[in-house]
């Protein structure tokens, strides 16, 4: 039997620093809250995320900044804000959804950007090699307790700095009876 930590993440933005600066104010620094896994940290700083339904405040911004902006949602979100969103994987937004952000010092009109996560195993490629486990290959991960089920579809993504976690939203954590964290079984 192969366990995996489960890792929830709620919805959340990963901005560039350009945008940053438009919502934030020019030269603005992200304010580090906790580290997170992958050389990742959760900030203070919040924004909100406008659609045409209904806006979601105290969006958690993610640092340190990225190359493009991404902001990452549950299906309940999208639905929420009134917008079709993609089931994508981190970092695939080309033709993704479109969103407002508003800031403390600024608001700016996304075309794309908005998705919702598709649930991935990270490993690094150490572990990965043991587990004999590559890059974009499919997985199940297996979940017991009282809302027990099998996650299907669940790719596997090979990176240095990733440590052995399957990442789920809170719609798929919900479904599952995880509450922040959790514990699954890898079936190959």
């Given amino acids: 039997m ?39 940290y959760s900030s203070i700083d919040t924004i909100t995320l406008v659609g045409p339904k209904k806006s979601l405040e105290n ?42 952000l508003v800031g403390p010092k600024g608001e700016l009109e996304l075309e794309e950007g908005l998705i919702v996560a598709k649930r ?5 490629p150490n572990r990965a090699a043991e587990l004999n486990l590559t890059n974009s290959q499919v997985v199940k991960i297996k979940i017991d307790g009282p809302r027990a089920l ?24 919900n479904a599952a009876g995880i509450e922040g ?3 699954g079984e890898l079936v190959i």
């Fill in 2 to 40: 192969i366990n995996v930590k489960v890792e929830v993440s709620a919805r959340h933005a990963h901005l560039t620093q350009f945008d940053l600066d438009a919502i934030f104010g020019e030269g603005y620094e992200l304010k580090k809250e906790k580290d997170l896994s992958s050389g990742e």
């Fill in 59 to 100: 969006v958690r911004v993610i640092g340190p900044c990225r190359g493009h902006t991404q902001i990452e949602v549950s299906r309940t979100d999208s639905h929420y804000l009134g917008i079709k969103t993609p089931l994508r994987l981190s970092g695939k937004i080309i033709r993704s959804g479109p969103i407002k």
């Fill in 120 to 124: 991935h195993v990270k490993v690094n």
């Fill in 150 to 173: 099998v996650f299907e579809e669940v790719e596997i993504r090979v990176a240095e700095d990733y440590d052995f976690v399957f990442v789920i939203d809170t719609d798929e954590a």
């Fill in 181 to 183: 964290k959790g514990e």
